[in-house]
């Protein structure tokens, strides 16, 4: 199985902060025959369903802030939120599905200060 | 608008059977493949099992498999998840997700509410 790995498992940033978070993956995933890394990111805010932010390590989904960036290639991926906002409380969980069983990060907890 | 609504949870004895629905509309259910997500009681989301746009392939955990059986109604745009002999281990909210796609390669691009499945004597 491929592992995860996310870190911080929590962060607490002040509105309008910059904050990174990683995850790594135990095998890389970049497919070579269409050079796309498969991994996503996902936001589940308290008491909410996940929802879709980033798919192929760095495509935005439609409606989502451009404040998310993801990026990052074969092993090592990084979620960015430029300036962070209040509504931005989560924990966000990165997912490959490269392969199955496909696996999820156990999530990192973003706090507002 | 694209909905996934979940049914059939509830309170279940170890050993015993549920099968949870999933209610889809708002897109032609039969071209994407549909998944079972859950997520045990203040943890992280693990995913459980998938099916192609017909159902002919099926995919699953291993700590399901041969327990659970993933099936899809196309005619119905209904999704289902047969539980059998379940294990106080299976306690979590299951939520019915679509992947982005016709295959299984394809990250979860919608996600239901979810149905709360509770395992215990």
């Known amino acids: 199985d491929i592992v995860m790995t996310q870190t911080p498992s929590s962060q607490a940033v002040s509105a309008g902060e910059k904050v990174t978070m990683s995850c790594k993956s135990s095998q890389s995933l970049l497919y070579s025959e269409n050079k796309k890394n498969y991994l996503a990111w996902y936001q589940q805010k308290p008491g909410q369903s996940p929802k879709l932010l980033i798919s192929?390590?760095?495509t935005r989904e439609s409606g989502v802030p451009d404040r998310f960036i993801g990026s990052g290639s074969g092993t090592d991926f990084t979620l960015t939120i430029s300036s962070v906002q209040a509504e931005d409380l989560a924990v966000y969980y990165c997912e490959q599905y490269y392969d199955t069983p496909f696996t999820f990060g156990s999530g990192t907890k973003l706090e507002i200060k | 608008e694209v909905q996934l609504v979940e049914s059939g949870g509830g309170l279940v004895q170890p050993g015993r059977s549920l099968k949870l629905s999933c209610a889809a509309s708002?897109?032609?259910?039969?071209?994407?493949?549909m998944a079972w997500v859950c997520q045990a009681p203040t943890k992280g989301l693990e995913w459980v099992a998938s099916i192609s746009t017909g159902g002919g392939n099926t995919y699953y955990r291993d700590s399901v498999k041969g327990r659970f059986t993933i099936s899809r109604d196309n005619a119905k745009n209904t999704l289902y998840l047969q539980m059998d002999s379940l294990r106080s281990e299976d306690t979590a909210t299951y939520y019915c997700a679509r992947h982005a796609g016709t295959g299984s390669s394809y990250y979860f691009d919608y996600w239901g509410q979810g149905v709360m499945v509770t395992v215990s004597s």
């Open positions: 192929w390590a760095s």
């Open positions: 708002g897109f032609t259910f039969s071209n994407y493949g």
